[in-house]
């Protein structure tokens, strides 16, 4: 079965930097777009980044630009989450995700990691 299992968060500095991992099972992961989302407490799930099936072209929320880069890695079935010059507001629970046929087309999620930034 379809198993997204994200690890890499913690506590950290504004300024800091951590590097989220996602592991990808049960399905062909190189044939599908690949998303990262985040939810604060007390605020919806919002769209960080996304990169597509090759790697060649990716996009990210206006509030990270610059900061975060996504990237995978096909060969090892893990996509990536560098978070960079962290602040406090990206305090939230952070979210691998993708829309997969299997066999109808669904979303699904990983369980979460928890990015907390705090001095």
């Known amino acids: 079965q379809v198993q997204l299992v994200e690890s890499g968060g913690g506590l950290v500095q504004p300024g800091g930097s951590l590097r989220l991992s996602c592991a990808a099972s049960?399905?062909?992961?190189?044939?599908?777009?690949m998303n990262w989302y985040r939810q604060a407490p007390g605020k919806e799930r919002e769209l960080v980044a996304t990169?597509?099936?090759?790697?060649?072209?990716?996009n990210y929320a206006e509030s990270v630009k610059g900061r975060f880069t996504i990237s995978r890695d096909n060969a090892k079935n893990t996509v990536y989450l560098q978070m960079s010059s962290l602040k406090p507001e990206d305090t939230a629970v952070y979210y691998c995700?993708?829309?997969?046929?299997?066999?109808?087309?669904?979303?699904?999620w990983g369980q979460g990691t928890q990015v907390t930034v705090s001095s």
């Open positions: 995700n993708s829309r997969i046929l299997n066999p109808v087309w669904r979303h699904y």
């Open positions: 049960g399905f062909t992961f190189s044939s599908y777009t």
């Open positions: 990169i597509t099936n090759d790697g060649g072209s990716t």
